[in-house]
């Protein structure tokens, strides 16, 4: 059982603390971003290196590395989106007339070079561990992307629990993408798809003459699925799901408006 839980373990708390973190240096003083950013550099360029070594690394170790560069690259790319230094050509809010195709490029527009840059930092990995059999990293990032899209995308089309206290300040203006309502249609997909996802996964654990390392990545991946999955119910139910990050949050965050189904939201500088 242990050879399941820890690995298990192991991504709650990963997933947990490292959203804390970013949270946490999100919505310190805009003066401290630029520190943070540099720091966060420098660990994205060892999380590369990481990534590159674990590669040739078949073991349960090579595995847990892998593992964590993986969320270290995404935690970058979150955190240069969420600090403002890798956004878009017009991040500006939204325009309250703009509806349907119209509103989701203006949205789009709010954040293209991050999208690029997602990109670029799944080539990076691809490159590293291509030919390799410890493929983890690329695994770990590529669901990553996925889920966080999805997630995006049911906040633009509309959730009951935004969670808009998470925004820093700066990105009050991201706020008018997003749409409160009690369901959307692509809701029920990505929750679906999702679960089934982490049942593949959970099939292949139980394959016979799995190796070792690979029951420890499989039940990581699971795990790092499953709790995309949560977070997209988080979004849905009535649950305080935002107390589990209360502590990253300097002081009780001020309201920000968002977009109810009919309504547009305010725009806050």
């Given at each position: 059982?242990?050879?399941?839980?820890?690995?298990?373990?192991?991504?709650?708390?990963?997933?947990?603390?490292?959203?804390?973190?970013?949270?946490?240096?999100?919505?310190?003083?805009?003066?401290?971003?630029?520190?943070?950013?540099?720091?966060?550099?420098?660990?994205?360029?060892?999380?590369?290196?990481?990534?590159?070594?674990?590669?040739?690394?078949?073991?349960?170790?090579?595995?847990?590395?892998?593992?964590?560069?993986?969320?270290?690259?995404?935690?970058?790319?979150?955190?240069?989106?969420?600090?403002?230094?890798?956004?878009?050509?017009?991040?500006?809010?939204?325009?309250?007339?703009?509806?349907?195709?119209?509103?989701?490029?203006?949205?789009?527009?709010?954040?293209?070079?991050?999208?690029?840059?997602?990109?670029?930092?799944?080539?990076?990995?691809?490159?590293?561990?291509?030919?390799?059999?410890?493929?983890?990293?690329?695994?770990?990032?590529?669901?990553?992307?996925?889920?966080?899209?999805?997630?995006?995308?049911?906040?633009?089309?509309?959730?009951?629990?935004?969670?808009?206290?998470?925004?820093?300040?700066?990105?009050?203006?991201?706020?008018?993408?997003?749409?409160?309502?009690?369901?959307?249609?692509?809701?029920?997909?990505?929750?679906?798809?999702?679960?089934?996802?982490?049942?593949?996964?959970?099939?292949?654990?139980?394959?016979?003459?799995?190796?070792?390392?690979?029951?420890?990545?499989?039940?990581?991946?699971?795990?790092?699925?499953?709790?995309?999955?949560?977070?997209?119910?988080?979004?849905?139910?009535?649950?305080?799901?935002?107390?589990?990050?209360?502590?990253?949050?300097?002081?009780?965050?001020?309201?920000?408006?968002?977009?109810?189904?009919?309504t547009a939201a305010s725009p806050r500088d």
């Amino acid at each position: 059982m242990s050879a399941y839980a820890t690995p298990a373990l192991y991504a709650v708390l990963l997933w947990w603390f490292s959203t804390g973190v970013i949270l946490l240096l999100d919505h310190l003083p805009r003066k401290t971003h630029k520190w943070s950013m540099a720091g966060g550099t420098l660990v994205l360029f060892a999380a590369l290196w990481a990534i590159g070594a674990s590669a040739a690394d078949a073991t349960e170790t090579g595995v847990y590395t892998a593992f964590t560069a993986a969320v270290l690259v995404w935690g970058w790319q979150e955190m240069s989106y969420y600090m403002g230094f890798v956004s878009g050509p017009r991040p500006v809010a939204c325009p309250p007339h703009l509806r349907g195709v119209d509103k989701f490029f203006a949205a789009l527009a709010t954040s293209l070079w991050h999208e690029f840059a997602i990109v670029l930092g799944g080539l990076a990995i691809l490159v590293l561990t291509w030919g390799q059999p410890n493929h983890f990293a690329l695994c770990t990032y590529a669901t990553l992307v996925l889920m966080n899209a999805s997630a995006r995308l049911n906040m633009f089309l509309g959730v009951r629990n935004l969670n808009a206290e998470f925004l820093p300040p700066h990105l009050g203006y991201l706020a008018g993408f997003l749409t409160k309502k009690p369901m959307n249609l692509l809701f029920p997909f990505s929750v679906s798809l999702g679960t089934i996802a982490v049942a593949l996964m959970g099939r292949a654990l139980l394959a016979e003459g799995i190796a070792t390392y690979e029951v420890v990545g499989f039940t990581l991946l699971a795990s790092l699925t499953a709790l995309a999955v949560l977070e997209h119910w988080f979004l849905m139910l009535p649950l305080p799901s935002a107390a589990l990050w209360n502590w990253s949050l300097p002081g009780k965050a001020a309201p920000i408006a968002v977009k109810t189904e009919d309504t547009a939201a305010s725009p806050r500088d």
